[in-house]
């Protein structure tokens, strides 16, 4: 872990939890900035755009740019753009929606001709409209793709349902899943290594999911950290073929070995 310069951190579970941010997580980001190093957070939650990112971790005290940011929505947008379809149904929050308009993609969210792409996200503003339109579009010829493969995203007083959750229940009705984008696909990790400069053996993501998180740094090549701060238990790590290359409590716990 010393050797290490690019340090590629989840955020849910792995740095905070809701508003509560976990202790040794600003030692740690002074520690990075110490050693010449570069920290990005990489988070699979669509429902915030990176300026609702840059807002909620000012009010946790941790000032930050869009380029300390990469998010499912960024690497998606990376795939639309080059896919080039005619219109894009959103299914997600505002914020989801105005961020894939201000990259260009031409997004609706309302049942109209000529839809050739299904997209979904996290949606934290999810009704059941949005569901049936999901439906009657999967019921047709169109390609149908979702942020992140997460079930579900931590909260203070427990978990809801993430947008592999959606994903699974949207099966249950069409028979059809999504083709997911963000983590555990290695595209985030390959594009914020391209994007400093640092090569894979100077870079390691560290998360608190086995099958999102650590399966996004063990195929992108790189060392992978999971923390037990979050999601994931020892019992999933035992259950999982995908293995981290290193197991900590919490931040706190990798900061002190770190510093030590």
Do not use: H
């Amino acid at each position: 872990m010393k050797n290490k310069k690019l340090f590629l951190l989840d955020m849910d579970g792995t740095i905070y939890l809701d508003n509560d941010l976990f202790d040794g997580t600003k030692d740690f980001l002074e520690y990075v900035k110490k050693i010449g190093g570069k920290y990005m957070f990489l988070t699979n939650n669509s429902s915030k755009s990176v300026d609702k990112y840059i807002e909620k971790m000012a009010s946790l005290g941790i000032e930050t740019t869009s380029d300390d940011f990469l998010t499912s929505t960024d690497a998606t947008i990376l795939v639309l753009n080059k896919r080039k379809y005619k219109k894009i149904y959103a299914l997600g929050t505002a914020s989801f929606k105005e961020q894939l308009s201000a990259a260009g993609l031409p997004v609706t969210d309302k049942l109209e001709d000529g839809i050739d792409c299904l997209l979904m996200g996290f949606d934290t503003e999810l009704t059941f409209k949005k569901l049936e339109d999901a439906c009657i579009l999967l019921g047709k010829p169109v390609d149908y793709i979702a942020t992140n493969p997460d079930r579900v995203c931590p909260t203070w007083y427990g978990y809801v349902p993430d947008c592999g959750s959606v994903s699974t229940m949207l099966y249950n009705a069409t028979k059809r899943m999504p083709e997911f984008i963000g983590k555990p696909q290695p595209t985030m990790a390959l594009v914020a290594m391209e994007k400093n400069g640092f090569s894979k053996e100077e870079t390691v993501l560290i998360g608190d999911r086995v099958y999102t998180d650590i399966a996004c740094g063990v195929n992108a090549g790189i060392t992978s950290v999971l923390v037990l701060s979050g999601e994931a238990t020892m019992k999933d790590v035992e259950e999982s073929d995908v293995k981290p290359t290193l197991i900590y409590k919490n931040i706190r716990e990798i900061y002190n070995e770190l510093n030590s």
